[in-house]
């Protein structure tokens, strides 16, 4: 019963480094989302996919990019890390999209960017 | 544009007391979808309630309820008989049918139950 796996768990960038972070999803679902979580706020669509070889922005894709080459996987790219970015990063999926159905949540990426 | 707005942002409480945590939502559109999801301390988000804008009967689940109100703009939560446990983020977000994947969520509200 894995879900929805994130890797790492905790990092911390310097200015201007690049990392990518993993999303990984076993339930075969073709909706996989990014989303950041800032203190105090609420969860920001970052990038989303509805299938394997599409994607789409958010609402605050700044500083970010996605591919989905496979069903199962989605990571997140941050090519020059700013401070900005500092942020928990939440990967999730769903079969039938946000609307139709609840959405399946990791357990999160703490990303410090200093 | 959608707007989830969940006004009170931390809440203590004493175990067994009843606990309600607001939800006013923004949106143009005639078809949408209301959400709660919990956050405990592990940091994963837990879906506990999916509404349509047609379906304005209440739901209750086990010591979970939920009042939807369109006149309002509202889709309250209602723990009853708080327990430890219940401790956590809870967050409401809306979902329009017409931007479907875009997921627009409160800022959440901390609720605390204390033994």
């Known amino acids: ?114 | 544009a959608q707007k989830v707005t969940q006004a009170q942002t931390e809440i203590s409480v004493v175990e067994k007391e009843d606990v309600t945590l607001d939800c006013v939502y923004e949106t143009r559109d005639t078809t949408y979808y209301l959400f709660w999801y919990k956050q405990p301390p592990s940091g994963e988000l837990v879906f506990l309630i999916r509404r349509n804008s047609f379906d304005e009967q209440n739901e209750i689940s086990g010591r979970y309820s939920w009042n939807f109100q369109k006149s309002t703009s509202s889709f309250n939560f209602t723990i009853t008989a708080s327990q430890v446990v219940d401790s956590a983020v809870y967050f409401c977000a809306l979902s329009e049918a017409e931007a479907n994947n875009d997921m627009r969520f409160g800022a959440g509200t901390r609720l605390t139950v204390k033994p």
């Open chain 1, 1 to 114: 019963n894995a879900g929805v796996t994130q890797t790492p768990k905790f990092r911390i960038l310097k200015i201007g480094q690049s990392m990518t972070l993993q999303c990984a999803q076993d339930m075969n679902h073709n909706y996989m989302y990014w989303y950041r979580q800032d203190p105090g706020m609420g969860l920001k669509l970052i990038y989303y996919s509805v299938g394997a070889g599409i994607t789409d922005k958010g609402e605050v894709p700044n500083g970010y990019n996605v591919s989905r080459s496979t069903t199962e996987d989605f990571p997140l790219r941050l090519e020059l890390a700013a401070p900005s970015q500092t942020s928990v990063y939440f990967c999730a999926s769903s079969s039938l999209g946000a609307t139709n159905e609840k959405l399946f949540f990791g357990s999160g990426t703490q990303l410090s960017v200093l």
